[in-house]
């Protein structure tokens, strides 16, 4: 019964879409209040029905309600309750009523706390926003529907993937779902931006807490994806350059570039044409990175065969969104007026370079993630396109730009001089190339590039510190006073700092553990030992476990490092029922590096193949995507967001 | 300077950097992209030994030999066509005989190949389709286990 009161309410929602879609519209284009007004009521009822909707779902697989097509065929009742939860949004159909609970979710804050924006600016977001809705709502209810019962229900489902039954993986697409909608409101606001003909230091103001709060929830989002590949893959790799990964990391580099842009249309009142279409830019990727990876279009075109419905659909929302947004850009952008004026050497300039490397990389990543499927749809030659395409071509679109990012924070505007930033960076150049030269001298291994990765992180660190120190005055004065000042500083300044200083533990880490890796792989009975980076790994023993759905076998590993024992790691082969297999790693972090054992198969003789990797520094990337995320949320407590913009005025803030 | 400077200098910019990029991009994908084999294929075209490559077929059932030093030996085949691969390391979890199975690496003189990578996909009734599209091709018939 639950169910169908879901199903129900979800048809509500899309009854409730189409009204906020047209009747606020109607009421901006001809100054009516109440028809504006509706707008607000219309996105909280619409957030009441979608949550309805997806608590009837998520309850239909908590209890197990095998007589929902949908639960039957993703879950299964010996699950642990959390994977029941996450089950729901582990499906495409579940997933898509995730994405439109997001979206309803953040439509209806928007009407809720935007209680400062102009009445018409408003109704025309909440009505883009609400044609947004109604396109999803329309595609479940007639593609992808959750609530279609079974005449006859099976004792038991099919089960979740068990690769997939993991915390992290659990979180991931609530988290990165929240970074693609939230783009959606600056598409909104993009939107009724050309509309209106109108974009200024307020309309930014609104827009970029938003693009920070779904940048946050991308970097967190893409984070744990890794972190998930990382330790529940096996092969202890974190980034693959997978079609799926690309999907959500374009628009992740398309967000970072309008975070960025958007600055420059709130203090100087520039580039606006430009973050206008940044904004549609970067929801289009996020469309485009939802369907790829849940429809599958990506891994196999005959998705849309197998399906001619769902396929059509999917294609009628990007070309109606995409399509729809560029033809609008290009139709009314001409109509914005040009704002202020610099010269190329400015904190303007810095953020324009900022966005062209930005874009050239994400073109680049594009470019690779879709030319198989075009190749194979105009002369079907199956290729693949690799890590060493994306190594080849996004590594030196970006390692410029992580050269210049200390620089950008301390450029002035309009008209900036160089050489006194120079100066006040020669401190971080020397710091970097004495790091790089350290890692030389004493890396004593791994390719040529490896110092010079660690160098350009530290430059990274330092020279955003530096930032710091400079706005401080640390050195200069008192320590009483440089203390003082760093907390009396703007929190979007410190937020910058810690963003920037993450991206440093980053490159460092990702270069740690891509260029220093060591691994062995032996045949082990136990007792045998196997030596890798310092560390002794030895097969203890083999025992059988007993989970709630799987069954398997669990080694034990002594590690010890000369004659001291550091610890014990366990390693399990994992048989699920109603079915797949799975490995759990042992795991021994370090901030040096990770420990990292996988069990293998049986060889000759009660002997294991046992795989024992030391994987270089790899904490440090996670630190840095956290501090990244981070640096996002210090940031987006900045007084101007929090207290607001009380009119359509510009107040000059001192940079 | 004046707007119209201003603009001619970040156009060139711009235009110097997604030209830098464009041909790199054009660069790596003349020589750095992988081509997908199925044995037939393979034996076909008559690849050149030492190119690196994608080979993707089924696991011949019965032919999967560990050697000493972890050293796995099987029969990848497409129903009409074998050839034998050499992989050194730890086998995904999905790996199975009779089942879908990619690997990326190295034909070697007299016909075999020498994987350093063997691709484990997240759905165990995943065949890949290029597999399952050049069975198809050759009318080999799809059992159980292969996705449409």
Known sequence: MTVELGHFALILALAVSAFQFVVPLLGASRGDVGLMNAARSAAVAQF??????????????????????????????????????????GNHEGSMVLWVFILSLFGAAVALFGNNLPLPLKARVLAVQASIGLAFLVFIEFASNPFIRLANPP???????????????????????????????????????????????????????????????????????????????????????????????????????????????ERRDALKVWTILLSILAFSLSLMGTFLVRSG?????????????????????????????????????????????????????????NNIFLCAAASSVFIGTLYPLALETLNGAKISVGPPYFNLTFGPIILPLLLLVPFGP???????????????????????????????????????????????????????????????????????????????????????????????????GIVAASMWKEEQIVSLKPGGTVAVAGYTVTFLNEQPVQGPNYTGRSGTFKISQGDNEITTLVSEKRIFRPSGANTQVGLYQTLLGDLYIVMGDEGEG???????????????????????FAGGVMSLSDRRFRIGVPKRAVVAKPA | MTRKQTRLTIIL??????????????????????????????????????????????????????????????????????????????????????????????????????????????????????????????GVKLGKGARQ
């Open chain 1, 606 to 628: 009660g002997s294991r193949v046992v795989r024992a990797s030391f994987n270089p520094m790899v904490s440090w990337m996670w630190a840095g995507a956290f501090l990244m």
């Open chain 1, 155 to 265: 004792i038991n489902g099919n089960g979740l993937n068990p690769v997939l039954q993991d915390p992290a993986l659990a979180f991931h697409p609530p988290f990165l779902y929240a970074g693609y909608v939230g783009l959606s409101i600056s598409f909104s606001f993009a939107i009724a931006a050309l509309l209106e003909g109108k974009v200024d230091a307020a309309w930014a103001r609104w827009v970029r807490p938003w693009t920070l709060l779904s940048w946050a929830f991308l970097t967190i989002g893409i984070s744990m994806g890794s972190w998930w590949a990382y330790y529940e893959l096996g092969w202890g790799g974190f980034w693959f350059w997978d079609p799926v990964e690309n999907a959500s990391f374009m628009p992740w580099l398309i967000a970072t570039a309008l975070l960025h842009s958007a600055i420059v249309v």
């Open chain 1, 410 to 508: 301390m450029l002035t505007w309009k008209r900036a001089d160089a050489l006194a930033v120079m100066q006040r960076l020669w401190g971080a150049a020397a710091l970097a190339l004495l790091a790089t030269i350290l890692v030389y001298a004493f890396g004593h291994r791994g390719p040529w590039a490896a110092p010079l990765g660690m160098g350009l992180g530290v430059w990274l660190i330092i020279g955003s510190l530096a930032d710091l120190a400079n706005r401080t005055n640390l050195g200069r004065t008192s320590l009483r006073i440089s203390f003082q000042r760093l907390v009396g500083l703007q929190r979007s300044i410190i937020g910058t700092v810690m963003s920037h200083a993450g991206v440093g533990l980053l490159v460092i």
């Open chain 2, 13 to 138: 910019m711009a235009l110097a950097i997604l030209g830098l990029a464009a041909g790199l991009v054009g660069y790596a994908l003349r020589s750095q992209i992988t081509f997908f084999y199925t044995p037939s294929d393979l034996i076909e075209k008559s690849v050149k030994p030492g190119t690196r490559i994608r080979l993707g077929g089924m696991v011949e059932k019965g032919s999967w030999a560990k050697q000493p030093d972890s050293v796995n030996v099987f029969v990848v085949t497409d129903t009409l066509k074998n050839i034998t691969v050499t992989y050194k390391g730890v086998l995904p979890d999905l790996f199975r005989e009779g089942q879908g199975v990619v690997t990326e690496g190295i034909l070697v003189d007299g016909g075999d190949f020498t994987a350093d990578t063997v691709l484990a996909k997240h759905d165990e009734n995943y065949m890949p389709k290029e597999i399952a599209d050049s069975l198809k091709a050759k």
């Open chain 1, 297 to 353: 279009v990506l891994t196999s075109v005959h998705a849309f065969a197998v399906d001619p419905t769902r396929g059509l659909f999917i294609l009628a929302i990007l070309a109606i969104f995409i399509g729809g947004g560029l033809t609008l850009f290009a139709w009314r952008a001409p109509a914005l007026k040009l704002g202020g004026l610099f010269a190329p050497i400015s904190r303007e300039g810095g953020l324009v370079m």
């Open chain 1, 48 to 89: 009441l029905l979608v949550s309805l909707a997806f608590a009837s779902l998520i309850h239909a697989y908590v209890v197990s309600d095998f007589s929902v097509l949908n639960v039957a065929e993703n879950s299964h009742s010996d699950k642990p309750l959390i994977y029941k939860i996450a089950g729901t949004w």
